[in-house]
């Protein structure tokens, strides 16, 4: 018998090892795969029109704005919504609107319809008053560098996109900000291969970040646009399979040189924000999440778990100190190549199994959030869509 529980610990230690080579693999061909943004310009000379929804963002439009009115491609419009705000959102955009007169369109949002979240809601309004053939939908947290906007464009066209999204350089201050936020990185390019975002024409290998989603205008009305979306949480990556259900092409650089954001401030906007998210962004698929859970568990905190047992019973063998030890280093120097790639602080890369454990908790409360009826709540409002 303890000679079948030991050969049984020892082929899991195996798996587990596989697994986390298998992950260290995707990532190295993803930080491969993964361009930054070219240079080029685009060289249709099309209206382009920027498109921000905006809900209590005191702390964020004014910076954001301003970053979009200096852009340097010659034919831009760019339109902001004011969707309900109850902080000074409102007072900013009227200052700015007549500090930059016709440069800057404000929009009063409407009530928000039953079956529809209220980010995507806004974008669908933004959408019907835009001009441009090419829409560009960017969040009000982020900060764009003068030619963010002419080289997403060259990018679009030069690639034969119908659709691009960038990663943004995530803006991280406080220590949650540090600890959790990087794990949004590491999560993409450690499961999914980014080139098949852009190769292969199956939804199941989509990828958008809603922080910067740039869409040439038939395309958008063919799939809908965000009414397609309106009940999906996680709209981004569900634009970006209908996108790939309808025929289009998507493709995906690395915009940390052109776009920053900073998500979230405090500990209570991290554990909202991703709560919101994580379960809608399984489809609400309990299996998925169960799945999840108990892969970041094994392959991420076991290992942990393990060794300390092992150094404090001072049994060095190899199912209970080597092959675990070799398991951390090899979640370590996942983290440490996506981290350093993204410009996130190194030193947090060390702290991946607290990490872990702080994903695995708010996993939990998006589970529960979902099936209790409570709904996730952002902003002053209420989601349920499971």
């Known amino acids: 018998m303890a000679f079948f529980i030991i050969a049984m610990l020892l082929f899991y230690q195996i798996l587990v090892v ?19 943004i070219p240079q080029s310009a685009p060289h249709d000379g099309v209206l382009a029109s920027v498109l921000v929804p905006a809900r209590n963002e005191e702390l964020n439009i004014e910076r954001c704005l301003r970053s979009l009115l200096r852009q340097d491609y010659h034919a831009f419009e760019i339109l902001v919504l004011d969707d309900g705000s109850t902080d000074s959102t409102p007072s900013i955009l009227y200052r700015l609107s007549a500090e930059f007169p016709g440069r800057l369109r404000l929009l009063q949002g409407k009530p928000l319809p039953d079956g529809w979240h209220g980010k995507a809601w806004a974008c669908f309004q933004l959408s019907e008053a835009a001009s441009g053939e090419r829409l560009l939908f960017t969040d009000a947290d982020t900060m764009h560098e003068p030619d963010a ?7 679009l066209a030069a690639s034969g996109s119908d659709m691009l999204s960038l990663t943004p350089r995530q803006e991280l201050e406080s220590f949650w900000e540090k600890l959790v936020v990087p794990l949004i990185y590491f999560i993409l390019m450690s499961f999914l291969p980014v080139r098949l975002v852009w190769q292969s024409p199956r939804p199941a290998f989509s990828f958008a970040n809603g922080q910067f989603i740039l ?6 009305r063919r799939i809908g646009g965000h009414a397609a979306v309106r009940d999906a949480i996680v709209e981004d990556v569900w634009l970006c399979m209908a996108v790939k259900k309808s025929g289009g092409r998507v493709s995906a650089f690395d915009g940390s040189g052109i776009v920053s954001c900073r998500m979230y401030r405090t500990l ?14 399984l489809g609400y698929s309990t ?12 392959v991420y905190i076991g290992p ?15 199912s209970l100190f080597l092959l675990p030890l070799l398991q951390i280093l090899l979640a370590l120097l996942s983290r440490l190549l996506i981290t350093r790639f993204f410009g996130q602080p190194l030193l947090f890369a060390f702290l991946h199994p607290l990490s872990q454990l702080v994903l695995l908790a708010i996993a939990g409360n998006s589970f529960y959030l979902a099936k209790s009826g409570k709904g996730s709540r952002w902003k002053g409002r209420s989601y349920n869509f499971s």
Do not use: H
């Open 215 to 220: 869409f040439k205008r038939e395309i958008y």
């Open 287 to 298: 299996p998925a999440l169960v799945l999840l859970m108990t892969m970041l568990l094994g």
């Open 268 to 281: 209570r906007e991290i554990w909202e924000g991703f709560s919101k998210n994580l379960f809608a962004g």
């Open 18 to 36: 596989l697994f986390l080579l298998v992950f260290l693999c995707i990532a190295l061909l993803n930080l491969r795969d993964l361009k930054a």
């Open 304 to 318: 942990v778990l393990f060794t300390l047992y092992a150094i404090q019973g001072g049994d060095l063998s190899l």
């Open 149 to 155: 906007l002419r080289r997403a464009l060259g990018a």
